[in-house]
T-cell receptor
């Protein structure tokens, strides 16, 4: 079974620029998550999709972050404009559904550095 | 609960010894807990989970213990191997506006040869 695919692996931009990350979840997984992991900390959920609908985006800074999963499969996360504090690894995860006990499978993330 | 700071707690063990990694969780209403392993440059990898109606669960070389009285979770790794070197996170399924997985700070496990 292929895992969660993310690209790019690394991205370096200057503050106030825009950036986008892409995620392709495991085939058949209805639930998709985006997490932000700052160095030395655990991942923090930004947004959760169930198919193409948003379940929870309460921790997404909506003035600069946006995400979509238009066809209920792959997803993009965008930051516009980027700030220095956005430097982090952005992880995508997917699960079969959102029931308790369904493990989340993570991709290897995109490491974003803001200059 | 939420992690703070840049310095991860660390645990160093000799190869072949047993490792015990501890975690304090924040929400007494949480009913599902997971341990993840994260190697450098990789995403977190599921190790084992436990529901609040259990106090112990065993997997291959790993055991998770849950003490709801003191809101404490531990991961025991038997016969630690070099490949076990990683950062280990506990996560609780909490409710913060909506049901979501909340990760702890993490512990870096180093295996000495």
């Amino acid at each position: 079974e292929a895992g969660v695919a993310q690209s790019p692996r690394y991205k370096i931009i200057e503050k106030r620029q825009s950036v986008a990350f892409w995620c392709n979840p495991i085939s058949g997984h209805a639930t998709l998550y985006w997490y932000q992991q700052i160095l030395g900390q655990g991942p923090k959920l930004l947004i959760q999709f169930q198919n193409n609908g948003v379940v929870d985006d309460s921790q997404l800074p909506k003035d600069r972050f946006s995400a979509e999963r238009l066809k209920g499969v792959d997803s993009t996360l965008k930051i516009q404009p980027a700030k220095l504090e956005d430097s982090a690894v952005y992880l995508c995860a997917s699960s079969l559904d959102d029931r308790v006990g369904q493990p989340q499978h993570f991709g290897d993330g995109t490491r974003l550095s803001i200059l | 609960g939420e992690s703070v700071g840049l310095h991860l707690p660390t645990l160093s063990v000799q190869e072949g010894d047993n490792s015990i990694i501890n975690c304090a969780y924040s929400n007494s209403a949480s009913d599902y807990f997971i341990w993840y392993k994260q190697e450098s440059g990789k995403g977190p990898q599921f190790i084992i989970d436990i529901r609040s109606n259990m106090d112990k669960r065993q997997g291959q070389r790993v055991t998770v213990l849950l003490n709801k009285t003191v809101k404490h979770l531990s991961l025991q790794i038997a016969a630690t191997q070099p490949g076990d070197s990683a950062v280990y996170f506990c996560a609780e399924l909490g409710f913060q506006g909506a049901q979501k997985l909340v990760f702890g700070q993490g512990t870096r496990l180093t295996i000495n040869p």
